[in-house]
């Protein structure tokens, strides 16, 4: 079965970082890319930026562009996402999603992650 | 970047009603179009790709059609659990974006 499993709930202060991670498996990882798409609570869903975990090429939106890294390690079939310094205003659930090519649709996502970051 | 403009934001159907949503892009984005369905609390799960291509084990009852700018999602008869949020979204170009989404509820 193919599956991405994203590490848990997460509650953070402001300019902590952190790194979320979501897991593949039941398929060739290095075969698909990598989306992460956030989605604040009762919110509609953006786009963060993509991977090709088999050479780490990566993509961002500018939104996301200079505030989060995505990264991938190939050999535990992983992608993340991470914060140097979270702000209160990344306080939203963070999906992961594949895709068979570096623009595709996105046929399996994560279960998703919460980020809560206050004060 | 592309906008995506999906309309109604919310409705109201009966169960056996013909619901239908549509979504508007910015500029041509050929038949880059996917929609996908997020129930309360889930993942978003794909519909429909390419604009009217059904995804394999997605029920008869949802379609799609559309090319360039202008596109349209239906559920033939709706049923308790198509209870969800419905989401178009273009991969014509980078970034990758979604319309605003679509609440569909029973009457």
Known sequence: EVQLVQSGAEVKKPGESLRISCQGSGYSFTTYWISWVRQIPGKGLEWMGTIDPDDSYTNYSPSSQGHVTISADKSVSTAYLQWSSLKTSDTAIYYCARHQRSVAPFDCWGQGTLVTVSS | ?107
């Open chain 2, 1 to 107: 970047d592309i906008q995506m403009t999906q309309s109604p934001s919310s409705l109201s159907a009966s169960v056996g009603d013909r619901v239908t949503i549509t979504c508007q892009a910015s500029q041509d984005i050929s038949n880059y179009l996917n929609w996908y369905q997020q129930k309360p609390g889930k993942a978003p799960n794909l519909l429909i790709y390419d604009a009217s291509n059904l995804e394999t084990g997605v029920p008869s009852r949802f379609s799609g059609s559309g090319s360039g700018t202008d596109f349209t999602f239906t559920i033939s008869s709706l049923q308790p659990e198509d209870i969800a949020t419905y989401y178009c979204q273009q991969y014509d170009d980078i970034p990758l974006t979604f319309g605003g989404g679509t609440k569909v509820e029973i009457k």
